[in-house]
């Protein structure tokens, strides 16, 4: 059986950690001028995988 691909969008987009998921938060990166500063404030950091998600993820990061 051969290898098996990992998505590459998914790649981009996800990194595993020993307990879940973590992401980017949505809308951040362009067009920031029309946010409030408290939402951009609240966008900083990183952003978890919903577990009702992860194994979708983990599937398209080719770990299962």
Not at 12 to 40: D, E, P, Q, V, Y
């Amino acid at each position: 059986m051969p290898k098996l691909k990992t998505k590459r969008g998914a790649a981009k987009r996800f990194r595993l950690t020993a307990s879940g998921a973590k992401c980017r938060h949505a809308t951040r990166n362009h067009i920031l001028t029309k946010r409030t500063t408290k939402n951009k404030r609240q966008l900083r950091g990183v952003g978890r995988v919903n577990e009702s998600d992860l194994k979708s993820v983990r599937r398209q990061l080719c770990v299962e």
